[in-house]
């Protein structure tokens, strides 16, 4: 049977008076330069767009593209919304805070993604219309729209707070 040595007998209290934290690292003027050149290439493709497709006037115009899109771009807008940034940023972590269990995440979201693509997506495309909030609107009243919009602006704030929370008791 092997047994690790214990801390303390390698490595004696004192060592840890002799830690010496990393210098922060800032933005050199090369950093500054790729941050400014991606900052102005993201805004002029938006404005870009913008000023060509002023003639689209319409919400719904706007939010399904004139129905002129192939299934790709459509997939890779949908992806990219769902798997933002943080998410990419942040799985690494939870998978090594938490574990490989953070795989049944993965499983669950494959599922979603499935059954919403196949069982509420075609009835939203076959409607003609662009969000949830709609349906239910179409479907029951707007009442009913209004609940579940307040309830998802209650949630998302509530997510946002217990966020800053979890920084600050971190940090």
């Known amino acids: 049977r092997l047994t690790a040595p214990s801390p303390s007998a390698s490595y004696p209290a004192s060592t840890m008076s002799l830690f010496v934290p990393p210098d922060i690292k800032t933005f050199a003027s090369w950093d500054y330069v790729v941050f400014a ?3 102005l290439i993201s805004a002029s493709i938006g ?4 000023i060509k497709e002023r003639k689209k006037a319409t919400s719904k115009e706007f939010l399904v593209g ?8 459509v997939a890779l807008s949908l992806t990219a919304s769902f798997m933002s940034a943080v ?4 799985t690494p972590s939870e998978v090594y805070r938490y574990g490989a269990s953070f ?3 993965f ?3 494959t ?3 499935i059954f919403t693509s196949e069982l509420f997506l075609p009835v939203f495309y076959r409607s003609g219309i662009t969000s949830t909030y709609e349906y239910l609107e179409l479907r029951f009243n707007k009442s009913v729209r209004f609940v579940a919009t307040f309830i998802y602006i209650l949630q998302t704030v509530r997510s946002i707070l217990y966020n800053v929370y979890s920084l600050y008791e971190f940090s």
């Open 87 to 90: 998410t990419v940023l942040g």
């Open 47 to 50: 404005v870009f767009f913008a």
């Open 66 to 73: 004139g129905r002129q899109m192939t299934c790709g771009p």
């Open 103 to 105: 795989i049944l995440f």
């Open 37 to 39: 050149a991606l900052f």
């Open 107 to 109: 499983i669950a979201y």
């Open 111 to 113: 599922f979603v993604i």
